[in-house]
């Protein structure tokens, strides 16, 4: 079940995949790789290219990753390069962001972005503004990942989605990969960028496989950060979306499409900066758009998203107003019954759409 | 203990002395060696010497130093009064030995880190006065292009001047790492007040730098009062030289910048043999307020901020020192004094008279080294460039 939606999510790749497969002579070499897999292999890249680059973090060296993002990744490298950290976020952090001044390249990793919260000062007054501040002449180069956002059954202190409250900040980049080809090359962008980013990944998706091209197993394949993908074309309405949710529009598109309605798929990859060109272009085509997040809705992606399709040329177009699908605005609930319907479902994104495009 | 008066001294009938721009360097005592008070040690078996060597060369030196850092901190005082310097402005007056005794004991490729009380550092570190004093202005030719302020000035191995109580000691604690990671022998300096020595942050990063044995000295500046608490009113235990239990520590005369400069020196010495971090804690004293906005006196007497300036000033005891031991002359350190005035003047001069920086500057320096983006203005119809 898994391969085949990660077929119907693969759209375009896998109809490029069969056309190399008949134009070549050696078959490509496309490999199934799950989201972890993608970041622990970019890890491993981008520490051997670049000598300076470190990850530091809660039991990321011994024992493998909380989640085993860094499996192997101790062995191979060792003390120096991978650091197991005490339960300490603000000391960490502000040590990783002081590393960073001093010219090493670490990736620090917070367990999960709720704790974060426990360094959120270092990562916004220690790293987003220290440009700025110094006129150019102070740079940060860190990466700070972790999952974000919700797991399953992990309870309200440990499924808040943090897109929103970075993605406010200058100074920061903010990415949120949806499958492995994001994953892998927006991790390679984020540690070779000289800048602080934030990097939300999703539990959920660690254990997903997708395709990956020979092209992007290359050793150099990095996604541009502040560029949003299309990942699937229409014409009648524009999902806009990032992580996990891509995939349930997706999966609505793909039951839209039998009632003969084509969604055209927005992936932003990036939070900040925010790819508005994209999003306008494809609202300006499908005249109608629905954003999609895990997060709470006041204040949040989807909001900033609405705001700026209403001041600029795609408002025009738009044959209804622009609507938001999101976590409802609770904090998050253990019982199963009640996850289930505090996140964004595809019945909802299906919801949505036939409402705007008022079917 | 003092050396013999210079041997050339004797050979003038009678002693008498010279007008000092005749009076040649010959006359003047090349060095000589300081009782220092003895530092209070935690965990540590011994500690810095109790008698420091001063050169002529170098007692000129920290004279220099300090009294520029004196005379700036007096002069943003005016500026700020005159309404030309706004917001926050921390001024490090009395503090000056902390600052030049430390710089005296490491080496310019080490590194230090600060809070907001960073002016004298800024200049020990190597930025002149007028780019301090323009930067205090906010103009264009502040260290900062007028885009930091007080409390956000940066130079090579000078990582500010930060805001948030506390926040730089881990980021020093970073610089240590990156130090130790890179094996280049250097230290980091990083320092901190009473009233951020309570802080949680703190503790985690003793512990990183204890568990991972970073070259990394922790200096608390204990001036008596965080903003307007006293020590007494804010630590459960203000034997901050020892708050960081498993790391040594030692408690230094603050006042005396030989004291510092040999503290110091033992510190790094202990830092770049591998053993780890250790804790200093300098007793100073601020002789302004917290900040301009505070006029510091309704938690303490004029009385005792007047004891201190005749007591204990920093630069006076500096001075008295070089002179008993004719070691320099009135006329000399006045002559430095003028020469200082005139800097200040300078540089005052040009901070009041450079142009602010250009609005095109606004929205630059929001990524580093990427291709020109927009930024939305404060409506939707202004679109501003920002470059890197």
């Not at chain 1, 200058?170 to 080809?181: D, I, Q, R, T």
């Not at chain 1, 499908?286 to 999609?292: A, K, Y």
């Not at chain 2, 007096?74 to 926050?88: T, V």
């Not at chain 2, 202990?270 to 900040?291: D, F, Q």
Request: a negative charge; charged letters at 25%.
């Amino acid at each position: 079940m898994a391969s085949l939606r990660s077929f119907l999510r693969s759209g375009k790749n896998a109809v490029s995949v069969v056309l190399r497969r008949e134009f070549s002579e050696t078959s490509p070499a496309a490999v199934q790789v799950n989201v972890r897999d993608a970041l622990n292999q970019a890890m491993d890249e981008e520490l051997e290219r670049d000598e300076r680059v470190f990850l530091l973090g809660e039991e990321v060296a011994q024992y493998d990753g909380a989640y085993k993002v860094s499996r192997g990744l101790w062995k191979k490298y060792g003390d120096k390069r991978i650091i197991d950290t005490p339960i300490t976020e603000m000391g960490f952090a502000g040590i990783a962001v002081g590393a960073a001044f001093a010219g090493l390249r670490p990736i620090c990793e917070f367990m999960t972005w709720n704790f974060s919260m426990q360094a959120i000062d270092q990562v916004i007054n220690s790293a987003a503004k220290t440009y700025y501040m110094s006129a150019g002449f102070q740079t940060v180069p860190i990466v700070f990942r972790g999952p974000n956002g919700s797991s399953a059954g992990v309870a309200a202190q440990h499924s808040q989605c943090f897109a929103a409250w970075y993605g406010h900040c200058p100074g920061l980049k903010v990415v949120s990969p949806w499958n492995s080809e994001d994953a892998r090359g927006l991790l390679k962008a984020a540690i070779r960028d000289d800048n602080p980013v934030v990097f939300l990944e999703n539990e959920m998706m660690y254990g997903v496989p997708f395709e990956l091209s020979e092209e992007m197993m290359h050793k150099d394949f990095v996604i541009p950060i502040g560029k949003a993908k299309v990942e699937r074309q229409g014409t009648h309405i524009t999902l806009v979306s990032h992580s996990r949710c891509v995939g349930f529009c997706l999966d609505a598109a793909a039951v839209l499409a039998k009632e003969g309605v084509e969604c055209e798929v927005v992936n932003l990859r990036t939070i900040r900066p925010l790819d508005v060109d994209t999003i306008e272009a494809s609202v300006m085509k499908t005249g109608n758009l629905v954003t999609v997040e895990g997060g709470w809705p006041q204040y949040g992606v989807g909001a900033e998203i609405c705001a700026r399709i209403m001041e600029g040329p795609a408002f025009n177009y738009l044959d209804a107003p622009a609507v938001r699908v999101t976590g409802v605005d609770i904090p998050m609930p253990y019982a199963k019954i009640l996850e289930d319907h505090s996140v964004p479902q595809i019945k909802d994104i299906i919801f949505s759409v036939k409402k705007v495009l008022n079917m | 203990v003092q050396n013999p008066p210079s041997p050339l001294l004797s050979l003038w009938p009678g002693g008498t002395r010279m007008v000092v721009s005749a009076r040649s360097f010959a006359d003047f005592t090349p060095q000589a060696s300081f009782p220092i008070k003895k530092c209070d040690l935690h965990r540590l078996e011994e500690g810095p010497s109790d008698e420091a060597l001063l050169t002529r060369e170098q007692g000129l030196q920290y004279y220099r130093t300090m009294q520029t850092v004196r005379r700036m901190e007096l002069k943003a005082d005016q500026l700020y009064k005159q309404k030309i310097i706004r917001g926050f402005c921390h001024l490090y007056d009395g503090q000056e030995a902390c600052a030049m005794g430390i710089e005296a004991g490491i080496n310019p490729t080490d590194h230090l880190i600060t809070a907001y009380r960073a002016h004298g550092y800024t200049f020990t570190r190597g930025v002149a006065v007028r780019e301090i004093l323009a930067e205090l202005t906010g103009r264009r030719g502040g260290v900062a292009k007028g885009k930091g302020g007080s409390m956000h000035m940066y130079a090579k191995n000078f990582y500010g001047g930060n805001g948030i109580v506390g926040a730089q000691v881990p980021l020093g604690a970073g610089v240590a790492l990156a130090c130790q990671y890179q094996g280049n022998n250097q230290v980091c300096v990083t320092l901190y007040g009473d009233g951020a020595a309570n802080q949680g942050q703190i503790f985690e990063s003793f512990n990183m730098a204890a568990l991972w044995k970073l070259p990394c000295i922790f200096i608390c500046e204990n001036n008596k009062f965080g903003m307007g608490t006293s020590v007494e009113r804010s630590s459960a235990s203000t034997d901050y030289y020892k708050r960081g239990d498993y790391i040594p520590g030692l408690k230094v005369d603050g006042m005396d910048v030989l004291c510092v400069r040999e503290a110091i020196r033992f510190a790094a010495d202990y830092c770049r043999a591998g053993k780890g971090p250790i804790v200093m804690e300098l007793e100073t004293y601020r002789y302004h307020g917290h900040s301009m906005s505070d006029p510091g006196v309704s938690y303490r007497t004029r009385e005792e901020i007047q004891e201190v300036r005749t007591k204990n000033d920093p630069i006076s005891m500096l001075k008295e020192r070089m002179l008993s031991n004719n070691m320099s002359s009135v006329e000399e350190l006045k002559e430095i004094d003028l020469e200082i005035r005139k800097v200040i003047e300078d540089a005052a001069q040009y901070a009041i008279s450079d142009p602010e920086p250009s609005l095109d500057e606004l929205c630059n320096h929001i990524y580093a080294r990427d291709p020109p983006m927009e930024v939305r203005g404060t409506n939707p119809w202004v679109k501003l460039k920002s470059v890197s």
